[in-house]
Structures are given as C-alpha cells and as structure tokens.
C-alpha cells in the first residue's frame, strides 16, 4: 500500500489536525506511524494483524484510558474507508522514549517495570466491562498442549531429545498448578520493552499498542516481559493488587513464559531456550503455594 504525502495529509485534516507532520520509526510489523507535535497517525500496514490489531485496539485502548492507565488518548478512529481501504487511528502524542530502544541504568528500568506493574494492577481491577459489540476484542488463551510443540520441534531438528526431555520435565512440574480455576481479567496481552513509554529519568508515561486485548488470564500480561524485569513488575503489581493475579502466579507465569519460547523457537530457530530461567520461575511457583 502506497501511502504519499497527499493522502497522509489528507487523514490529518480530515480529522481537523493541523500542522507539518513526520515519520515516526515503528517497533513492529503491524503499522505505519506518522506524528504531528500532538498527534499520532497510525495507518495498518499489510501484515495479516494489522487491520485486526487496529479494530481490538480502537475498543480496548479507550476502555483502559477511562480507568485511568497510562495509555494514549484515542481521538479517533476512521473505518469509513473512504481516504484508504482499511482503518486508520489518530491519538495523543505522548513525548518520551521506547523502553526498548533506551540505555536507562538497570536501577531506572526497573523503577519503570515497577509502574507498569501498578497499572497492569489497576487494569486488572479497575475495567469490569467493555462494550464490543462487533466482536473486536482478541481472546488471550493458554496454550496447554505442550507434548505437541516439542515433538514438532524434534521433528524439525530444533530441538534435540535432552532438552525436548527437560522441557517436558518442566511441564510436568507446573501442570498441576495450571489446571486451577483463575478468574478473568481485562488483558492488554502484548506487555514488552517496546510497547512501554517512558522518560529519560526513568518515569513511565504509557502502555501502548492494544491489538491484542481481551479477557483471560492475567497473568498472561507477564509472558513477554524480560526475565530479569518480571520481579519488578511483580512488586509494582502486588503493591496495589496482591491478590488479583490468583493461585500459584509465578507457576503460571513461568507456563507462558515456557510456551512463548517454543513458539519463538518454531518461528526463529536462532533463539534458545532459558531453560535455567524457567526453572527459577518454577521454584518460586511451588514456594508461593507453601
């Protein structure tokens, strides 16, 4: 899809936004950026999530930014499609940094995990309900059926049978605490260092990109997070939330964490499995419990 000059002006103003505007560097696949000095464009590119990540963020996005989490305000969304053939959205610009492209010291960047922890609390807790009545919301799932993603990966030869074995030794240390009931929440489900804005001194400013919202587990909003920032955002969360994340949250966490890998490994053969990592996660599984 071309996208020149004219027609990125032409979403601007159709929207009353005036003023020069720039490119802005994209963190993902799912979207072309553009920005005034107080506005963000953002345009679905051609990857298959695009147009979907859109729509699930135009009803999650908003829901979240009235329970007061820090996320960008929506000024609005076009699905008219008569500029371009797909929707477009335009919000707040929030002036700050990529947590993922920062050089903050380890101490800042857990002071920043911390407040993503507290407001994944507040989602947790604060939305109840939200409206969609075109049916646009993701549905987060755990994937349970471990056994299958290991044999396809020994199958492919990425994964050879020692660690195909530790990795089903793991699982079978934590099936037993996933099969427990766990009330569901209101997710943003795509928590990582690219998706967290934050401040050169380490304050965080926003959670962004909620194509992948939905109700489940909450602990699934742990699963891309960085090992060593898990902790920290676990601390944030507990100081206004200690129970909303159910029984055994470490286990579970550390469940997704292990499933996410093998995905990672299906789809990027050139990762490797921390497998000393998970098991880290498992101990305090099981600790929790006692």
């Not at 996208?3 to 601007?12: H, K, S, T």
């Not at 464009?41 to 298959?48: A, F, G, M, N, S």
């Not at 944030?236 to 550390?254: K, M, T, V, W």
Request: charged fraction near 25%; charge should be negative.
């Amino acid at each position: 899809m071309k996208l020149d000059q004219e027609l990125i002006d032409a979403m601007f103003a159709k929207h009353g936004v005036p003023g020069p505007w720039e490119i802005l560097p994209t963190t993902g696949m799912a979207n072309h950026i553009f920005a005034t000095r107080d506005v963000v464009l953002r345009v679905p590119t051609d990857h298959p999530d695009g147009v979907v990540d859109a729509r699930t963020e135009s009803v999650a996005a908003p829901v979240a930014h009235a329970a007061g989490i820090l996320t960008l305000r929506l000024i609005a969304f076009d699905d008219d499609q008569t500029l371009v053939k797909r929707p477009f959205s335009l919000w707040e610009r929030v002036h700050g940094e990529t947590l993922g492209f920062t050089s903050l010291s380890s101490g800042l960047t857990a002071n920043v995990w911390r407040g993503v922890g507290r407001e994944l609390a507040r989602l947790h807790l604060r939305v109840r309900e939200c409206a969609d009545p075109e049916g646009y919301l993701d549905n987060p799932e755990r994937y349970q059926d471990v056994d299958a993603i290991v044999k396809r990966l020994v199958d492919a030869k990425k994964l050879n049978i020692a660690t195909a074995a530790r990795v089903e030794r793991l699982a079978d240390a934590l099936r037993p605490q996933i099969v427990k009931n766990t009330e569901m929440r209101f997710i943003h489900d795509d928590i990582h260092p690219m998706n967290i804005m934050c401040s050169a001194e380490g304050e965080l400013l926003a959670i962004i990109d909620w194509g992948d919202a939905g109700w489940g587990d909450p602990t699934l909003d742990f699963t891309a997070i960085p090992f060593d920032a898990i902790c920290p955002t676990l601390e944030g969360y507990e100081s206004e939330a200690r129970d909303a994340l159910g029984i055994c949250p470490e286990a579970r966490i550390a469940w997704n964490k292990l499933i996410d890998a093998l995905d990672d490994l299906c789809e990027m053969p050139e990762r490797s499995l921390d497998l000393e990592g998970l098991q880290q996660f498992i101990r305090l599984g099981f600790d929790s419990t006692d």
